[in-house]
């Protein structure tokens, strides 16, 4: 079964409530860039794909970087002066800043405050924190609450653990016919928040399942591991296959109701950003085209110039560009099943043209050959047989050398479907060989 045939079958329904379950599976655990909260996700995640889980110890040096210590928390909370949980780590563990040092001791509130964040114009939502390469511990909370608190002494506690450890990672090669590799990428340091990390992790969890099943050209490697640190340390362990590397993605933000945005790569041009600005603007749909930033999610890392592979990253509304993002209104409610499901169908739509993309040769250029006595020729007549004659001629016009079958797509407003086939058809005579795959 190909690409475009596990499409058609999608029972797109039923996939979007898979998809959005396993999100509300992962959404109470706390992970961070380190910790038992990616180890127990990646564990989970194991229940519907191969992965290898791999262990780098704290310290070891990734290019200009250092493996962190490893954090893990147990429980925190804000006393009142009568004993009451008044922040707690148990409703939410966005309450808590990510790799807060462990503290237990009562302050006045003025103390209190000085490590206490608040999103004052959205004053019901708790924000999302971080202190990953300075020492420090805080709290978030909803800014309504902070208003609440009354004067007096507060007790402090954070049982939280930040010593020598391991960076967690997570990686599923799918082997396909040969050692072509493409790379979908994702995120899993982020903790009770859905369209950024748990969106990307579904996706590609749900990708890798469906692949699995299909016999590939390319082999296909998944990575889940903790934005930038983990994006290094991988690449810093695996210089060698790097070189496999055909096309890449990076998966974020992949579930909220906005249209789809593709932020090309740093080559601009490569087969995957070619894919995207093709199936985006076939779909008819609204969408959005992004030349490279040197900015966002692990592309950074892909797209250094060291590497320079040609790895796009693919969302939906961009990060910062939802008022949601980075605090708790990125809930399982805020992610739908239906974008999850089109976010999918979309990878897909692009793999099939990973998959099929070639550049071929016309093996008799002078002059238009008979394509009635090969077969090819259909005197029925119709709009869908015109097209099908239409799409065998530009296979065979395009076909120098020169142009590979995606650019005859787009160039003929036919589409990569129709072209496809119409190779395959040509192929298949003495009409055309295959030349070579971009
Ligand atoms: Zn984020």
């Given at each position: 079964m190909s690409c475009s045939e596990l499409l058609a079958g999608l029972e797109r329904e039923a996939l979007g409530g898979e998809m959005h379950a396993l999100i509300r599976e992962l959404y109470p655990l706390c992970r961070s860039i380190t910790g038992n909260g990616v180890r127990e996700t990646l564990r989970r995640l194991r229940d519907h794909i191969p992965l290898e889980v791999e262990e780098v110890p704290s310290g070891t040096e990734v290019y200009d970087w250092r493996v962190p210590q490893e954090w893990n928390i147990r429980d925190a909370w804000v006393k009142n002066g009568t004993g009451?949980?008044?922040?707690?780590?148990?409703?939410?563990?966005?309450h808590v800043v990510s790799y807060s040092v462990p503290i237990r001791r009562k302050m006045s509130l003025a103390e209190l405050r000085g490590n206490l964040h608040t999103l004052p114009e959205h004053p019901d939502r708790i924000p999302y924190r971080t202190s990953y390469y300075s020492e420090s511990w805080g709290f978030c909370l909803a800014h309504s609450k902070l208003e609440q608190l009354a004067e007096g002494e507060y007790e402090v506690c954070i049982d939280s653990t930040l010593e020598d450890g391991h960076l967690t990672y997570g990686e599923c090669l799918l082997r396909g016919a040969t050692r072509d590799e493409v790379l979908v990428s994702c995120h899993v340091c982020h903790p009770s928040l859905c369209n950024d990390n748990l969106s990307g992790i579904s996706v590609a969890v749900f990708l890798a399942k469906l692949l699995s099943s299909l016999s590939l050209r390319n082999s296909y490697r998944f990575l889940f591991l903790p934005a930038t640190i983990g994006s290094i340390t991988w690449l810093k362990r695996n210089e060698e296959l790097v070189t496999r590397i055909r096309h890449g993605l990076v998966l974020t933000c992949v579930g909220d109701a906005g249209a789809i945005t593709y932020k090309k790569s740093?080559?601009?041009?490569a087969l995957v950003d070619r894919a995207f600005v093709h199936v985006l603007a076939r779909s008819g749909r609204p969408h959005e085209i992004r030349e490279f930033t040197?900015?966002?999610?692990?592309e950074r890392q892909y797209c250094s110039p060291g590497f320079d592979l040609p790895v796009g990253c693919m969302m939906r509304t961009p990060f910062e560009e939802f008022p949601e993002y980075h605090s708790s209104a990125d809930n399982p409610d805020f992610v739908r099943p239906a974008s999850l499901v089109d976010s999918l169908a979309t990878c897909l739509e692009v793999f099939e043209i990973l998959e099929r993309n070639r550049v071929c040769r016309n093996l008799k250029p002078r002059c238009e050959p008979r394509l009635g006595k090969r077969g090819l020729y259909d005197s029925l007549g119709g709009d869908r047989v015109r097209d099908r004659q239409l799409a065998l001629l530009w296979v065979l016009n395009q076909s120098d050398g020169r142009h590979d079958l995606l650019e005859i797509a787009h160039r003929s407003g036919l589409g990569f479907p129709a072209i496809v086939d119409a190779a395959d058809a040509l192929l298949a005579t003495d009409l055309l060989a295959e030349e070579g795959w971009p």
């Open positions: 009451e949980r008044v922040i707690d780590f148990r409703e939410s563990n966005l740093r080559v601009g041009w040197p900015f966002g999610y692990d």
